[in-house]
């Protein structure tokens, strides 16, 4: 079962933390956005962290791979930069930030409803 409270609460760290991230690329870098948000959330240990908490309820062990880790932010970032520019780019036109919340929100919510997330804890 999903704890939403849980959700609500990693939803809302990761936007804050994508935002920063954005403020020192122009949107025009979405990939690059994309791709350090989930590369640097690997480098500081935020996998493991995530990891860890699932693994009180299952069965998940974590292994540090930066060849796998780049791929990832790779895809990530192909994705954000596809995403972004197809589908939340003019959901609210003036307001950048809103439109990557929530592509931010939609994401996180599809890859821990799809089990997406748990491909990093294996």
């Given at each position: ?22 403020n ?23 996998h493991?962290y ?34 972004y ?38």
């Amino acid at each position: 079962m999903f704890d939403i409270k849980q959700l609500t609460i990693e939803s809302t760290f990761i936007i804050i933390y994508t935002l920063s991230i954005k403020n020192y690329f122009g949107i025009k870098q979405i990939f690059i956005i994309g791709f350090l948000k989930h590369f640097l959330a690997g480098l500081l240990g935020l996998h493991y962290y995530y990891c860890s908490i699932k693994s009180l309820n299952y069965t998940f062990t974590f292994t540090f791979d930066i060849q796998r880790l780049l791929i990832e932010s790779i895809l990530e970032g192909l994705l954000f930069h596809i995403l972004y520019f197809n589908v939340f780019k003019n959901i609210i036109s003036t307001y950048e930030d809103v439109n990557i919340s929530l592509m931010i929100l939609i994401l996180h919510l599809s890859f821990e409803f799809l089990g997406i997330h748990e491909l990093f804890c294996s």
